[in-house]
């Protein structure tokens, strides 16, 4: 982790969530947490966009404090942007904020992540040929289904989270370490 990333989780509220939630910041955000700094112009190619565009949602993710720049790594005019913190916690109150606009914003938001998931599944399948046998076997796709209350579900999800995070620094500086994605959906299902 570099002097300029922070470990900080942003927690969202009603402001910080209506400045994130639209679908190309977040995957602005998410290339710069993932892959690191960037211009706008590298954004835009990457995700087929113009760079008017990208760097218009640059400035409005900057503007609500999710990205920075980075000047070190500018040569010339480009402006180079940085995420300023590892991820967002949500508020599930959002949800039922007395302002629609602020319930639609976390709508969209919790869409986003779940299509982001599965964009990262699929481009697993699809590449995983591509991965030594080690990472092949070291992948995982479970699912289970189990009899929980509300408690006992929170208290899953805060024991996963939990030992997620022991895990964080773990193969820090180790050449052999790759970027983890780690998915984890905790919800209620009908049985009709």
């Not at 982790?1 to 994130?20: N, T």
């Not at 639609?104 to 699809?126: C, D, K, R, S, Y």
Request: aromatic share 8%; charged share 30%; hydrophobic share 40%.
């Amino acid at each position: 982790m570099s002097e300029h990333e922070s470990s900080e989780v942003r927690r969202l509220d009603a402001r910080s969530l209506r400045g994130l939630a639209h679908p190309l910041r977040m995957r602005l955000l998410k290339a710069l947490r993932q892959a690191g700094p960037a211009t706008a112009s590298q954004l835009a190619e990457r995700f087929g966009e113009s760079s008017g565009a990208t760097s218009y949602h640059l400035r409005q993710l900057a503007e609500h404090g999710f990205v920075e720049d980075a000047p070190e790594f500018g040569k010339g005019r480009e402006r180079w942007w940085r995420a300023v913190h590892r991820g967002v916690s949500f508020d599930d109150a959002l949800m039922y904020d007395a302002d629609p606009e602020v319930r639609g914003a976390a709508h969209l938001f919790m869409h986003e992540v779940a299509n982001v998931h599965t964009q990262e599944l699929a481009t697993w399948i699809a590449t995983r040929d591509g991965w030594s046998p080690e990472w092949q076997r070291s992948s995982d796709l479970s699912d289970w289904t189990l009899d929980l209350t509300p408690r006992l579900a929170r208290e899953l999800v805060q024991k996963m989270h939990e030992l997620v995070e022991s895990y964080r620094e773990s193969a820090e500086g180790d050449p052999a370490a790759e970027q983890v994605r780690i998915h984890s959906h905790v919800m209620p299902v009908s049985t009709d």
